[in-house]
């Protein structure tokens, strides 16, 4: 079955076609939102609704880009959707702590460790996601698209809906915030 | 200093070559459940528009509409003109009115 094919059967409503493309692309999905929230459980329901929400809305898809692309679109979204939620309440506890209501919640801070980074560099991979949560959200998507994905600048591009140039610049910029953070990180842990 | 630049430009490295994470088991099953489950859910099909800022916009839009309409100058000669015509019709109605004799 083609991708064309595909759309087709998914815009029928197919349940086939949509196991199809869950099987198809949950590896690719789910390592982009792995990338972002980096939180395995997190990233697992993120990923899910990724795809019921490209099976609600497929009818929308008018097949002008491929079907990874459009999916790779849904994922960054609802994966920064998550992040920002995330933001909210922790800022609502802080709220809450210095109001004085409402029981108290420890925030713990875990070091995120990606399965598919060598064990040699685990440690300076860690730190490295640490400090990519800092990024402004452009350059964090087009760092994590081409650096942890592995993607060229031209899908990342696509991906974007930008020029080439941007996301060389953005990746420029990336760069230059991450050494930043990395040198105070290190300046302060040495 | 030198050593702390190659630090970092080791750190900002380390994740070339990355392996992709494997999917955690049986996601394909919780995916499916959780596509059954929003498709069983009733669509809210009375109130289209459920962003909070859509909501209130719109309630508010309503709220300047009625109070302009009420406030209008026409309306308010539309109003005495039809309590006049609903008194002549309640006068008339009863024999009331001054035409009617004896």
């Known amino acids: 079955m083609n991708e064309t094919q595909l759309i087709q059967q998914l815009q029928q409503g197919d349940r086939q076609a949509f196991t199809t493309m869950v099987q198809a692309y949950q590896h690719m999905v789910y390592n982009t939102v792995l990338g972002i929230v980096q939180q395995v459980q997190e990233a697992e329901d993120v990923a899910q609704e990724v795809f019921v929400q490209a099976y609600l809305s497929v009818q929308n898809f008018r097949g002008d880009s491929k079907m990874s692309t459009w999916l790779y679109r849904i994922a960054i979204t609802k994966a920064l959707d998550c992040e920002r939620k995330k933001k909210a309440k922790k800022r609502f506890n802080l709220v809450k702590n210095v109001l004085g209501i409402g029981e108290k919640e420890e925030e713990q801070v875990v070091d995120f460790h990606h399965p598919g980074v060598q064990l040699d560099n685990k440690e300076q991979a860690a730190i490295l996601f640490k400090a990519m949560k800092q990024l402004p959200e452009n350059q964090r998507i087009a760092f994590t698209l081409i650096k942890v994905e592995g993607l060229n600048y031209d899908e990342t591009s696509a991906i974007m809906q930008t020029t080439v140039k941007a996301v060389e610049a953005l990746m420029h910029r990336a760069k230059e915030n991450l050494r930043k953070s990395l040198r105070n990180y290190y300046s302060n842990h040495s | ?102």
């Open chain 2, 1 to 102: 200093m030198e050593d702390l630049n190659q630090r970092i430009e080791d750190t900002l490295n380390s994740i070339d070559g990355l392996q992709k994470a494997e999917v955690p088991a049986f996601f394909y099953t919780r995916v499916h459940a959780r596509l059954e489950r929003k498709l069983a859910m009733p669509q809210n099909t009375w109130m289209p528009v459920r962003k909070p800022v859509w909501v209130i916009g719109i309630l508010t839009v309503l709220l300047v509409a009625n109070v302009f309409l009420i406030a209008s100058p026409s309306n308010k000669v539309s109003i005495e003109a039809a309590e006049t015509s609903n008194l002549q019709g309640f006068a008339s109605s009863y024999g009331l009115t001054t035409s009617s004799g004896y």
